[in-house]
């Protein structure tokens, strides 16, 4: 038997349009019918999930958790699923590395820089159902890489440490062309 998989994906003050939840909800049963040994661990809002009934037994809905309490999750999640359309820079993906969890993630704005594809997680194209598909498959069938990715991530997040990151943002800011750039935004 194979050891059990748990994705997991979080949704926290709706939005169901705008997180991909459709394209999800499309490529679920077929994952279900491929895996029996996985399941989606869902934190947030909880909602009716439309797929089939014989693969919703396989969707635990914990509801909204405490912030504190999301390392837990993380932990116990062998990967993280964010298909959103539309985003900033979603601190779940941040919260997933800092906790070495792997992420599977839209292509939104930015998220190359901080998780090259196949690197340090796996992207897809928003909105393609197929491509959604494709990652969640890699994801589950190739458990080393995966692994791999959520170290590579977990150890390059340490650059975001408060300490590292402010004061690389300062001497960015100081610098001479940079600093005028700075005071003419804010006059």
Request: net charge positive.
């Amino acid at each position: 038997m194979k050891k059990k998989i748990t994705m997991l994906f979080v949704m926290a003050g709706g939005g169901k349009i705008r997180k991909g939840v459709y394209y999800l909800e499309k490529v679920l049963p077929h994952i279900f019918s491929k895996y029996d040994f996985v399941e989606l661990l869902h934190v947030g809002d909880k909602f009716n999930w439309r797929i089939p009934k014989k693969y919703k037994k396989r969707i635990n809905s914990v509801g909204i958790v405490a912030w504190k309490e999301m390392a837990h999750f993380y932990k116990k999640a062998s990967f993280l699923i964010h298909p959103s359309l539309s985003e900033g820079f979603p601190n779940v993906i941040l919260e997933a590395i800092a906790n070495e969890c792997a992420v599977l993630s839209s292509d939104i704005q930015g998220i190359e820089e901080y998780l090259p594809h196949l690197e340090r997680g796996y992207i897809f194209k928003r909105g393609n159902e197929e491509e959604l598909k494709e990652g969640i498959m890699f994801m589950i069938e190739n458990p080393e890489q995966r692994k791999q990715m959520a170290k590579k991530s977990k150890q390059w997040s340490t650059r975001l440490e408060p300490e590292k990151y402010y004061s690389k943002l300062f001497e960015y800011l100081t610098k001479e062309e940079n600093e005028k750039r700075v005071i003419n935004l804010l006059k």
